[in-house]
T-cell receptor, first 110, second 114 residues
Framework: EPEVTQTPSHQVTQMGQEVILRCVPISNHLYFYWYRQILGQKVEFLVS????????KSEIFDDQFSVERPDGSNFTLKIRSTKLEDSAMYFC????????FGPGTRLTVT | AQSVTQLGSHVSVSEGALVLLRCNYSSSVPPYLFWYVQYPNQGLQLLLKYTTGATLVKGINGFEAEFKKSETSFHLTKPSAHMSDAAEYFC????????????FGTGTLLAVQP
């Protein structure tokens, strides 16, 4: 059964450093998303991506964030200069009317 | 503004008892409705969804949910709880359109007692 994969499973970084979170969506999907879940809180939408461009972004997704589909399989989320409050679980998802989620990357900013 | 409310952040049931997890939404247009389950240290797994058609939808692991437009609700039920059902359950809505972004409720942690 096809699934969304994410790497790494856990990333620890120092404040101010850049991180890139990687995702491989389901191969025939065209819509991609990033969500985040701060510990103990609900899952929040960050950004959606279709046809090689951002289709919608939330107010969380500021200039420190960017997304890219560098090739035909990967979908990345970059945080340019991490802050303590960026510590969260980041989920990638793909699909249109049904979204399938990856296992997440736990980002810890120290 | 569109929102999702899940009543009860923690629900505890006995094994074999009925599971009822509540979800209400606020929207001026009919949404698509979803329930996801999250086991500890894992991602979100789609349990079931409603888009159009029959308002009672069946999902995996014996769960089902009924869309009631008049009540703006999409409660999740399972007739008989199993220990393996212990997890966090999230209700979510989307509204189609260009992005189909999901708006999640705050989640309900289900505990199943032996």
């Amino acid at each position: 059964e096809p699934e969304v994969t994410q790497t790494p499973s856990h990333q620890v970084t120092q404040m101010g450093q850049e991180v890139i979170l990687r995702c491989v969506p389901i191969s025939n999907h065209l819509y991609f998303y990033w969500y985040r879940q701060i510990l103990g809180q609900k899952v929040e939408f960050l950004v959606s991506f279709y046809n090689n461009e951002i289709s919608e972004k939330s107010e969380i997704f500021d200039d420190q964030f960017s997304v890219e589909r560098p090739d035909g399989s990967n979908f990345t989320l970059k945080i340019r200069s991490t802050k303590l409050e960026d510590s969260a679980m980041y989920f990638c998802a793909s699909g249109k009317y049904e979204q399938y989620f990856g296992p997440g990357t736990r980002l810890t900013v120290t | 503004a569109q929102s999702v409310t899940q009543l009860g952040s923690h629900v505890s049931v006995s094994e074999g008892a009925l599971v009822l997890l509540r979800c209400n939404y606020s929207s001026s247009v009919p949404p698509y409705l979803f329930w996801y389950v999250q086991y500890p240290n894992q991602g979100l797994q789609l349990l079931l969804k409603y888009t159009t058609g029959a308002t009672l939808v069946k999902g995996i692991n014996g769960f089902e949910a009924e869309f009631k437009k008049s009540e703006t609700s999409f409660h999740l039920t399972k007739p008989s709880a199993h220990m393996s059902d212990a997890a966090e359950y999230f209700c979510a809505v989307s509204f189609g359109g260009a992005t189909n972004k999901l708006i999640f409720g705050t989640g309900t942690l289900l505990a199943v007692q032996p």
